[in-house]
């Protein structure tokens, strides 16, 4: 009962700052997409501190070296929002890829349309992923990180979804690494779950992998071998040494 207390507290609060920045988001537009991102970016770090201090939910990186210092894809599991949220702390400046219906929420949508994120339409098949290209390399050349959750949607603990290429594929054509990211946070923030669990969400750096010489087929491949075997670990408990 105190959990749910606590959760619905974290909510309110994070509802209540994601309207006065999704405002304060629009205000900056005129900005520079890499500065804007730093500026809204202080609010997934406000969010941080908030879920720590209502749930007692925290989190660990380890492997963070292993981020190049120039623009790269990150390729990352999504189990739940909460990746969404404090990736924006953990990472440079950052563009995700999303499906543009999210840009349609009043409000919220708008502040997120203010990030320049690239928004696709999945069932566009094959021009989403030439969209996922075109859009990412502007990102890339413009000084921007950009993650992609290949499964496309939030999977459950000890679930695998079908790692689409398209993050594969971007790093490919822009001849930039891809860096594979595995976390456990759906463990502690179900997917579809109101309550908010306490505890430490581990997050995992994998080293880049190079494209040079190397199909978007293997790329993608490279990465769902290694963000799968460090789920297997994280759910086993296993600590990294």
């Not at 909460?82 to 440079?92: G, K, L």
């Not at 050349?141 to 000890?158: D, H, I, K, L």
């Not at 860096?179 to 463990?187: D, E, K, L, T, W």
Request: hydrophobic share 45%.
């Amino acid at each position: 009962m105190i959990q749910r207390v606590r959760s619905f507290v974290f909510f309110t609060g994070m509802l209540v700052t994601a309207i006065l920045y999704s405002l304060f988001a629009v205000a900056i537009a005129p900005l520079p997409a890499v500065t804007r991102s730093r500026l809204i970016g202080y609010w997934a770090t406000l969010m941080v501190e908030w879920l720590r201090w209502t749930c007692g939910l925290r989190h660990r990186v380890s492997g963070l070296e292993n981020l190049p210092v120039t623009p790269c894809v990150i390729l990352s599991k999504h189990q739940s929002a909460w990746e969404t949220i404090a990736f924006q702390e953990i990472f440079p400046p950052q563009a995700w890829v999303l499906k543009r219906e999210l840009l349609w929420i009043p409000l919220l949508g708008w502040g997120l349309g203010a990030t320049r994120p690239i928004a696709i339409d999945r069932s566009a098949g094959v021009r989403a992923l030439d969209d996922v290209v075109k859009q990412g390399m502007e990102r890339l050349a413009g000084g921007r990180y950009v993650v992609v959750f290949p499964e496309g949607t939030r999977m459950p603990p000890g679930a695998r979804g079908r790692y689409n290429p398209g993050g594969a594929m971007l790093a490919k054509k822009a001849d930039v690494p891809v860096v594979p990211v595995a976390h456990n946070s759906g463990s502690f923030w179900p997917r579809r779950g109101f309550l908010k669990l306490p505890g430490v969400i581990e997050v995992r750096v994998g080293p880049p992998i190079d494209v040079a010489g190397k199909r978007p087929k293997q790329i993608n491949a490279e990465a769902e071998e290694w963000i799968e075997a460090r789920m297997i670990e994280l759910e086993r408990g296993i600590v990294p040494d």
